[in-house]
């Protein structure tokens, strides 16, 4: 769906720097989230927000930060990377209790 | 908060048999239920979904169940192909965010 995007598709960090994540839709869904996907574990969600200026805690936020100054847009940032957050990072968005439509993901190493 | 638990893990089954993939959730006020297919590599698709009003829902081979009673829900595919295998996830949502099961691999032998 070009309607959500991601960027970048694949990162390579260090323990202990600071990588954002990007993630855009032009639908106007007002909820966007992200989810970290490892095996075994299925899609967790990190934090997710409900318009701009809103966001929440998912189940596992600890060492995320999020921000959604505009709709379209809602980055994600790790501020010290460590290894265990090695992952795909999908992006999502959705009207209120409808479809969520999923980014291509992000496939992030930290070493 | 919400936890969904989804069973079995792993589903291996012959072409053209059946295959059933089982979820419970924890908060009776999710009212939106959506199934959703992974491919290799790919990201996850909506297959089909549910809401709390309807008991079962059905689009050619692919149907699912809800029991509000009970808080679980099933997804039930007939005559399976081999571009069925893939990962599914059951989800549920109570307007905001949506939670999602630890997935089903589903293999189709030959």
């Known amino acids: 769906d070009a309607g959500i995007t991601q960027s970048p598709r694949y990162k390579i960090t260090e323990t202990g720097r600071q990588v954002t994540l990007m993630c855009h839709q032009t639908w106007s869904h007002s909820y966007m989230f992200w989810y970290r996907q490892d095996l075994g574990h299925g899609l967790r969600l990190i934090y997710y927000?409900?318009?701009?200026?809103?966001?929440d805690k998912g189940e596992v936020p600890d060492g995320y930060v999020v921000s959604r100054s505009k709709t379209e847009n809602f980055p994600l940032t790790l501020e010290s990377a460590t290894r265990s957050q090695t992952s795909v990072y999908f992006c999502?968005?959705?009207?209120?209790?409808?479809?969520?439509?999923f980014g291509q993901g992000t496939r992030l190493t930290v070493v | 908060g919400e936890n969904v638990e989804q069973h079995p893990s792993t589903l291996s089954v012959q072409e053209g048999d059946s295959a059933v993939i089982k979820c419970t959730y924890s908060?009776?006020?999710?009212?939106?239920f959506p199934w959703y297919k992974q491919e290799l590599g790919k990201r996850p698709q909506l297959i089909i979904d549910?809401?709390?009003?309807?008991g079962e829902k059905k689009d050619q081979r692919i149907a699912v169940t809800l029991n509000k009673t009970a808080k679980h829900f099933s997804l039930h595919i007939t005559e399976t192909q081999p571009e069925d295998s893939a990962v599914y996830f059951c989800?549920?949502?109570?307007?905001?965010?949506?939670?999602f099961g630890k997935g089903t691999r589903l293999h189709i032998l030959p």
């Open positions: 908060d009776s006020a999710s009212n939106y």
């Open positions: 999502a968005s959705r009207r209120e209790n409808t479809e969520a439509f």
């Open positions: 927000s409900a318009a701009a200026d809103i966001t």
């Open positions: 989800a549920a949502s109570k307007d905001d965010k949506i939670i």
């Open positions: 549910i809401r709390s009003n309807v």
